[in-house]
């Protein structure tokens, strides 16, 4: 069975810095999707990037980006420029593609990311 | 934007009490899902919908039961409450895509629940 683990309950930042979120995941598939969603203190859980495992580029959306090592397993997200808007708990995410149609996603425990003004 | 709507963000219930919790999306997803959110243990699947009547089991099923009569209404129910039901509930949904794509998943608020 799939497996996502985020070693970092949470993280600290200051505003202005950039920092690394780790996720490490297990399968035993070579086709696969990886996303990282946010949940501010609001509640509402959205996503902030994707990345297809057969591209080798690197996702990026404005400050987000990943840093996707496909042979360690390895997604971690880099926050550049950080705002304190960027303050939630970020939670990584992990998709079979051959899990079919209804796109189930296995969770990790999730990053609690504080930034300090 | 795609809008996932759940009916209550607070609810408080006592055990042995039968619980609905709804949720509604607009943008006419095939895909519906329920999990709870717990703190160190992140999200858990309870149950997923693919279509109107369609259900299967997530990973923590016990304990609750769905219901999808129309496709953009997905009911999660507790048939009798206990407390260790106590939880945040988020309700998710998807496009479906053939083969399985990477469709993101729209969540709700979330629904805050107590059982006393």
């Known amino acids: 069975a799939q497996t996502v683990t985020q070693s970092q309950p949470e993280m600290s930042v200051q505003e202005a810095e950039t920092v690394t979120l780790s996720c490490t995941y297990d399968?035993?598939?070579?086709?696969?999707?990886l996303f990282w969603y946010k949940q501010p203190p609001s509640r509402q859980m959205i996503l902030v990037i994707r990345?297809?495992?057969?591209?080798?580029q690197n996702a990026t959306e404005n400050r987000f980006s990943v840093n996707f090592q496909k042979a360690a397993k390895s997604f971690s997200l880099k926050i550049s420029d950080s705002q304190l808007g960027d303050a939630a708990m970020y939670f990584c995410?992990?998709?079979?593609?051959?899990?079919?149609?209804?796109?189930?996603?296995?969770f990790g425990t999730g990053t609690l990311l504080a930034v300090q003004p | 934007d795609v809008k996932v709507t759940q009916s209550s963000r607070y609810l408080v219930k006592r055990t042995g009490e039968k619980v609905f919790l709804e949720c509604v999306q607009d943008?006419?997803?095939?895909?519906m899902f329920w999990y709870r959110q717990d703190p160190g243990l992140g999200l858990r699947l309870i149950y997923f919908?693919?279509?109107?009547?369609?259900?299967e089991k997530g990973d923590i099923p016990e304990g609750y039961s769905v219901s999808r009569e129309k496709k953009e209404r997905f009911s999660l129910i507790l048939e009798s409450a206990s407390t260790n039901q106590t939880s945040m509930y988020l309700c998710?949904?998807?496009?479906?895509?053939?083969?399985?794509?990477?469709?993101?998943?729209?969540f709700g608020d979330g629904t805050r629940l107590s059982i006393l």
């Open positions: 998710a949904s998807s496009l479906s895509r053939p083969g399985g794509s990477g469709q993101p998943q729209h």
């Open positions: 399968t035993s598939e070579s086709d696969y999707y």
């Open positions: 990345q297809e495992a057969y591209k080798q």
């Open positions: 995410a992990f998709k079979d593609i051959y899990g079919g149609a209804t796109n189930k996603l296995i």
């Open positions: 943008m006419d997803h095939e895909n």
């Open positions: 919908s693919y279509d109107v009547k369609m259900k």
